[in-house]
């Protein structure tokens, strides 16, 4: 937990750095045109990893893979504005998984692994800003998210035990604060930092082969995200997601997702 609030404040502070030498947010111009008002899709190629350090055979759990990235963005840059952030992680991550298992049907098959990816909802971020456009903007806002969490393991030193999907687990809805800064580099790019932090309020289902356990208490999320966005439309983010468990079963999930790709204004 420490290093995930040190890597947040790295952000933060490497932000503000940002700010020195900046112009202000409302100089910037995106292919000549300003931001403000304005909603972009983004698109990119994403560089995903899933691991899970704390599962039995740590090794076994620890996905990459390239992948298709969306998501869409509002800026909204006077005092007082909100911005939003929506994206859905899940379904390029089905297009993932169709074409792995068009290439090889077995791998759909339940096997030792862990995953974690958002629901069908997907993930929505709402900011608002503390002051006007100068160099650096605080943002104060919340989210909510859903995941989907799933983790397989299997115990070789107990025999008969076969595979096994422990808590946590299952379809999770969630919902917290949002603390983020917006800083110009220059006429150069716009850099947005955001750390989130989610409870998880609701269970929706869980996975149909797990062993089950109401009583166990719901996971926390910690979401940090770095994105900069350059005058040529060239966009590029770093996202960590992160599954804080609250029990005594081992399970430490996480993504990061690194992301170079384009924003075009719609």
């Known amino acids: 937990m420490n290093r995930l609030i040190i890597l947040l404040l790295v952000f933060l502070t ?11 947010i409302q100089d910037f111009l995106y292919l000549k045109d300003p931001v403000q008002q304005e909603t972009f899709l983004s698109v990119g190629l994403n560089r995903m990893r899933v691991s899970n350090p704390a599962a039995p055979s740590p090794e076994n759990h620890n996905l990459a893979a390239f992948n298709l990235y969306l998501d869409l963005r509002h800026y909204r840059l006077e005092k007082g504005q909100m911005s939003l952030h929506y994206a859905n992680p899940l379904v390029t991550d089905l297009i993932l998984l169709l074409s792995e298992t068009i290439d090889n049907p077995n791998s759909i098959l339940r096997a030792e692994g862990s995953s974690l990816s958002s629901g069908p909802i997907g993930w929505l971020n709402l900011g608002w800003n503390l002051s006007g456009p100068g160099a650096a903007q605080p943002l104060l806002g919340f989210h909510h998210n859903d995941y989907f969490l799933g983790s397989t393991y299997v115990y070789d030193s107990v025999p008969g035990q076969g595979r096994i999907s422990h808590e946590p687990q299952g379809y999770y809805f969630s919902a917290g604060p949002l603390l983020g800064l917006r800083a110009a580099a220059g006429s150069f790019a716009l850099v947005e930092l955001r750390g989130l932090y989610g409870l998880s309020y609701w269970r929706a289902t869980s996975l149909s082969y797990a062993e089950e356990n109401d009583a166990y208490p719901k996971p926390h999320w910690l979401h940090v995200q770095a994105d900069v966005l350059t005058k040529w439309g060239i966009f590029g983010s770093i996202q960590y997601h992160g599954m804080l468990n609250r ?11 690194a992301v170079l790709g384009f924003q075009v204004m719609l």
């Open 14 to 24: 490497g932000g503000m750095a940002f700010t020195a030498s900046a112009q202000g």
């Open 247 to 257: 029990g005594d079963l081992p399970n430490a999930t996480r993504r990061i997702d």
